[in-house]
């Protein structure tokens, strides 16, 4: 079956550089993604999200990146941070009359001082 | 402050014991949804409710059961509880328009002995 999926259960990042954070999508019907947070005894943070009809999308230090031709999304965090440290999802919506969104497994972000 | 809370956060019961967990927004958002998330399966769908009176399942309902006879709260009933309901359960909500993102609760672990 179709499913959002990401490339590594865990990175390992030094404080001060840049993240990188995959995830692979395989429904091409899906046409909205959002990256979550989540941090340790709480529930998925909202961080951005992205429609089908952009490439790139930015907010504060984090960037979404979009490739429909290889059905990728990634998550690009600058300049990471402690506080970073977290779980991160990625979900889709796959359709204009569905609600639901299709979680991945996760990425474990850990900052190294 | 607009939140999801969720009660109790942690939950330790024996098998068929009914129980509820509750789930109460305070955003009018006509969207509320419940999630399973377990390790290796990130978060599965468990019902969800388009509004007051409207419930549907999602991926997984066997075993759970809920309602919606108010906006703000939707709390979810595990009528009998077995082991392989232990899990971490999120309840979450959003507005009903599409590419609106979700809100989460943190969060309720369950433990069914």
């Known amino acids: 079956g179709e499913s959002v999926g990401l490339h590594l259960p865990t990175l390992s990042v030094q404080e001060g550089d840049n993240s990188i954070i995959n995830c692979a999508y395989s429904n091409s019907a899906s046409d909205y993604f959002i990256w979550y947070k989540q941090e340790s005894g709480k529930g998925p943070q909202f961080i951005i999200d992205?429609?089908?009809?952009?490439d790139k999308r930015q907010g504060q230090r984090v960037t979404v990146l979009l490739n429909k031709t290889v059905k990728h999304l990634s998550l690009q965090i600058a300049a990471t941070q402690p506080g970073d440290s977290a779980v991160y999802f990625c979900?889709?919506?796959?359709?204009?009359?569905?609600?639901?969104?299709?979680f991945g497994a996760g990425t474990t972000v850990t900052v190294r001082a | 402050e607009a939140q999801v809370t969720q009660n109790p956060r942690y939950l330790i019961t024996v098998t068929g014991k009914k129980l509820t967990v509750t789930c109460s927004q305070n955003m009018n958002h006509e969207y509320m949804s419940w999630y399973r998330q377990d390790p290796g399966l990130g978060l599965r769908q468990i019902y969800y409710s388009m509004n007051v009176e409207v419930t549907d399942k999602g991926d997984v309902p066997e075993g759970y059961k809920v309602s919606r006879k108010e906006k703000r709260n939707f709390p979810l009933i595990l009528e009998s509880p077995s082991p392989n309901q232990t899990s971490l359960y999120f309840c979450?909500?959003?507005?009903?328009?599409?590419?609106?993102?979700?809100?989460f609760g943190n969060g309720t672990r369950l433990t069914v002995t």
């Open positions: 979900a889709e919506n796959m359709s204009l009359n569905d609600y639901k969104l299709s």
């Open positions: 992205i429609r089908s009809n952009m």
């Open positions: 979450a909500s959003s507005l009903l328009e599409y590419n609106s993102p979700l809100h």
